[in-house]
C-alpha cells in the first residue's frame, strides 16, 4: 500500500512556476514508477510525466515536454513536478499516482493522491 498526498498547487500568471510535491507513505516507494497526471473540468485525466524507479529515466507528454521536469527523492519518498512557462492551457487539478509499470495510461496506476489545483491566469 502507498498513500500519496500532493502539494505545492496554487494560483500563477502566465508564464510562472510552480513546483509540485507528492509525499509517499511506506516503506516501498522505491519500488514504483510515479506519474504525474491532470484533470480540467470538462475534460478526461491526462498523463503529464512519469518518472522511472530510481529516476535515471523520464517520460513527458508533448505538451510539457521542455517546460515541465520531474524528480524524485527515494530517500525522502518525495517525487516533484517543476512546473515553468505555465500556460492558462495548463489550469488543472493535478495528480500524482504509483505504478509498477513505466506507462503513461492512467489504469495502470494503482494508487494515486488526492489532487491539487493549478490555476494559470492570463
Known amino acids: 500500500q502507498v498513500q500519496l498526498v500532493e502539494s505545492g498547487g496554487g494560483l500563477v500568471q502566465t508564464g510562472g512556476s510552480l513546483i509540485l510535491s507528492c509525499a509517499a507513505s511506506?516503506?516501498?516507494?522505491?519500488?514504483?514508477?510515479m506519474g504525474w497526471f491532470r484533470q480540467a473540468p470538462g475534460k478526461e485525466r491526462e498523463f503529464v510525466a512519469a518518472?522511472?524507479?530510481?529516476?535515471?529515466?523520464?517520460y513527458y507528454a508533448d505538451s510539457v515536454k521542455g517546460r515541465f521536469t520531474a524528480s524524485r527523492d527515494n530517500a525522502k519518498n518525495t517525487v516533484l513536478l517543476q512546473m515553468n512557462s505555465l500556460k492558462p492551457e495548463d489550469t488543472a487539478v493535478y495528480y500524482c499516482?504509483?505504478?509498477?509499470?513505466?506507462?503513461?495510461?492512467?489504469?495502470?496506476?494503482?494508487?494515486w493522491g488526492q489532487g491539487t489545483q493549478v490555476t494559470v491566469s492570463l
Open positions: 499516482a504509483a505504478s509498477t509499470s513505466f506507462k503513461r495510461e492512467y489504469r495502470v496506476y494503482d494508487y
Open positions: 511506506g516503506r516501498t516507494f522505491s519500488s514504483y514508477v
Open positions: 518518472i522511472s524507479w530510481s529516476g535515471a529515466r523520464t
